[in-house]
Structure formats: C-alpha cells, structure tokens
C-alpha cells in the first residue's frame, strides 16, 4: 500500500476496507490500551500509520 501511494496511486477499495477494519478494531480495544501499558505504543504506532497513509492518499487525490 505504502509502495503504490508512494508512486502517486489512489488506495483502492479493498485498502479503504482494510484500513476501517484496522481503525475499528483498533478502536475497539481501546479498552485494552487503557489497561495494559504495553498497549499504548502499539496503539499509537497504528494511529500514526493510519493518519500518514490517509495524508498521502488525501494529497495524490489532490493532485490529480
């Protein structure tokens, strides 16, 4: 996904799936991330990827 956004491509519909499923259940366990310390990286790590992929695709969008 990174390669193809990287090249200037638009995600597809499959990788907008994807990514609502990974920041659903990311979510969803938020719970877990409360409670469990280690949790918090992982979880903030996963966030960040969702925001910078969502950027990228955002800006290749723009400039078509």
Not at 41 to 47: C, E, H, I, M, T
Not at 55 to 60: G, H, I, P, R, V
């Amino acid at each position: 996904m990174r390669e193809r956004l990287n090249a200037g491509e638009a995600l597809t519909e499959a990788d907008l799936d994807f990514l609502d499923r990974v920041l659903a259940d990311a979510m969803s366990n938020r719970h877990l991330v409360d409670s469990i310390p280690q949790c918090k990286d992982l979880f903030a790590r996963v966030v960040h990827l969702y925001h910078e992929i969502t950027a990228k695709a955002l800006d290749n969008e723009s400039s078509r």
